[in-house]
């Protein structure tokens, strides 16, 4: 399309010079009458203008047959019947009628409005271009290693679950896979809008379309064709272009009744001119001049240029829209509701305080103690407390003689002593649980003690919890500055909940809430009178998710076809919440603004078309009235385009604050 009106618009233009040089009312009004003048050159110009006409107004006239045969009049309609009664009539004026010829408005007509589809055609390919965009970050080929390590350059639809392949420092990971030898950082911001490479080492998962850093990697495929996260994101993003909006519907509305009132002010306007003694000639350029003016093109782009540059720009930052009139609704949001293991904490254990229960040894102490005895065991409590050490800049001490004591705890010599990390039930069933009023808070506040025995003595205890996300803070601190309720809603004990709850500064909390109840909570909450969004892991709480006026699907990984969600977001990072409300306001924003100029400018431009100026010395010509009806056209694709400059500048500021909260 963007070539053809290119073409049409170059192949014209020389066309319509010939045609407004050699037209007598062009000479007249530059006070040149009869300067280029020859016998023939009104036939000349009958030639030259039907060339302009049949070539140049062809897009224009085929487009009117579709609208009629579907029975929409619309823009097309327009414009053909404007460039039409124009050549028609300037046709009827050479064969001999009194009047005046209107072939050098029709050309410049014809022509103004090839520049515009053309100008148009180019900012809708600009605005619509994520699938493209996501389809090329796929490589062609992959370098596949063969049993005996032989490496082979194939094609990447070649590739089998179980190959592996070779990705060299700059080249992109060909499919989703694994990593199996090598360490890299890998750039995956153009899948999910994470800025910081993310370290690659063994076991890590990567996905195709991932540009590896310095590091060669030896990947092994997992998962090839349809069932790659490129692949489910290119369908979730032509789900999210071909779903209905609810402002495009009511844009489309406002366009087919823009057309008909064109359609009737242009016919009245020939009339009433008539009727007050008008020539012809005036009063048919009045009706083509509103008919062109009021083209409703600017609105029926207003919403479509908008949802594109929107889908694009939420594609390429891993915020993944599967129903675009939910995502539209985020707008008048009033309350987020997360869940709580896994959204807003990581769900794994991290140390959250240690208790010297002798004056001899330090937190410190404790600590590498119980590191290096659970250094052997792979129990959560066991990666939770290494995690604290390792957070701490502690380094475990090699453990002897580990051994698991079911349902107790473990026991080993380090450094030369023989060390225990056991449950209170242990030291309860003993009789020797201590009693002090720290480890009666740390209870209060739902946290899991564990008790470090050294040589059989209790030096101290360690209290693990869920540990939050360093994001969450920062998520929840926003969605409070933009006059959001911020809660959640967890089937965790309550002192748990309400820890997480004071830590974060939520407004409220609802805990040991069974998955069933869920979406109960959620309807409850909606019948209270608010808008709610929540926000889950897209499995356990799928039916909460359905139940939301908004359902978002936090952290959904390589797994992005959360049924239950209306929108997805890839990475697990809570303040994509942030993010996608922001975009959902301003998305709405846009869309107003552009239903306003696409509509609004015609309040002024139809009068004048019609004449209503005249007294004031303001006349609109036919020519005038498609340059200003394609300006509106281009002014609302740039709006359009706007959006995404602003939406990623408002992504980059997000992100930036969690980075600095982080530091």
Request: net charge negative.
């Amino acid at each position: 399309m963007v070539a053809d009106f290119r073409r049409r618009f170059w192949i014209c233009l020389p066309a319509t010079i010939v045609v407004v040089l050699l037209s007598h009312h062009i000479q007249s009004l530059f006070g040149v009458p009869g300067i280029i003048a020859f016998p023939g050159d009104r036939a000349i110009e009958t030639i030259v203008a039907s060339f302009v006409f049949f070539y140049g107004g062809w897009p224009f006239l085929t487009g009117l047959q579709g609208e009629v045969t579907r029975g929409k009049p619309g823009m097309m309609t327009l414009v053909s019947l404007a460039i039409v009664s124009a050549y028609l009539y300037s046709l009827a004026v050479v064969a001999g009628l009194s009047g005046e010829v209107f072939f050098w408005e029709t050309a410049t007509l014809i022509l103004v409005m090839l520049l515009g589809h053309w100008l148009e055609a180019r900012s809708v390919m600009g605005a619509s271009g994520a699938l493209q965009a996501l389809v090329r970050l796929m490589p062609a080929t992959a370098t596949r290693l063969g049993a005996d390590g032989r490496q082979e350059e194939v094609p990447v639809a070649e590739l089998h679950a179980g190959d592996r392949v070779l990705v060299r420092p700059g080249a992109k990971v060909p499919v989703d896979g694994h990593v199996i030898e090598g360490e890299s950082a890998v750039d995956e911001s153009m899948l999910t809008g994470e800025s910081r490479p993310v370290g690659k080492r063994p076991g890590d998962r990567v996905v195709g379309g991932a540009v590896n850093g310095e590091g060669a990697l030896t990947v092994e495929i997992d998962r090839t064709g349809g069932e790659t996260y490129l692949a489910q994101v290119i369908a979730l993003v032509e789900r999210a272009q071909a779903s209905r909006s609810r402002t495009q519907d009511l844009a489309n509305r406002a366009a087919g009744l823009l057309t008909w009132v064109a359609i009737i002010v242009g016919g009245g306007t020939l009339g009433v001119w008539l009727a007050l003694g008008a020539p012809l000639a005036f009063a048919l350029e009045r009706m083509v001049t509103v008919m062109v003016i009021s083209c409703p093109h600017a609105l029926g782009l207003a919403v479509p240029l908008v949802v594109a540059v929107s889908t694009e720009l939420t594609a390429r930052n891993g915020l993944l829209i599967r129903d675009r009139a939910a995502f539209e609704r985020a707008r008048n949001l009033q309350a987020v509701v997360f869940d709580k293991t896994g959204t807003l904490t990581e769900g794994a254990f991290g140390v959250a305080a240690v208790v010297p229960l002798v004056p001899d040894r330090s937190e410190a102490e404790i600590l590498r103690l119980a590191a290096g005895l659970e250094s052997a065991s792979e129990h959560p409590i066991a990666k939770g407390i290494l995690r604290g050490a390792a957070e701490r800049g502690i380094d475990p001490p090699r453990a002897d003689g580990f051994r698991n004591l079911p349902g107790e705890g473990a026991r080993a010599t380090v450094d030369g002593r023989e060390v225990a990390v056991v449950s209170p039930g242990t030291l309860r069933r003993a009789g020797r649980e201590p009693d002090d009023p720290r480890l009666v808070e740390q209870n209060a506040a739902g946290r899991t003690l564990v008790f470090v025995l050294e040589s059989d003595r209790v030096i101290g205890a360690i209290a693990l919890a869920d540990v939050v996300r360093a994001e969450s803070r920062e998520a929840v601190r926003q969605l409070k500055a933009q006059g959001l309720r911020v809660m959640m809603l967890t089937g965790d004990t309550r002192a748990v909940a309400e820890q997480v709850g004071r830590e974060l500064g939520l407004d409220e909390v609802r805990a040991e809430v069974l998955p069933h109840q869920k979406a109960e909570t959620v309807a409850d909450i909606q019948r209270s009178g608010l808008s709610v969004a929540m926000v889950g892991d897209g499995v356990n709480d799928a039916p909460a998710l359905a139940q939301s006026d908004l359902g978002i699907a936090i952290g959904a990984g390589t797994d992005v076809a959360a049924e239950a969600a209306d929108v997805v977001l890839v990475r697990n990072d809570p303040r994509d919440v942030v993010a996608i409300i922001a975009l959902a306001r301003a998305t709405y924003a846009k869309m107003g603004q552009n239903l306003i100029w696409g509509a609004g400018y015609n309040v002024v431009a139809i009068p004048l078309a019609a004449g209503v100026g005249m007294p004031w010395g303001v006349l609109l010509g036919p020519a005038l009235g498609a340059a200003l009806m394609s300006l509106s056209t281009v002014i609302v694709a740039l709006n359009a385009r706007l959006l995404g400059r602003q939406g990623e500048h408002r992504l980059a500021e997000l992100r930036r604050s969690l980075a600095a909260t982080q530091d």
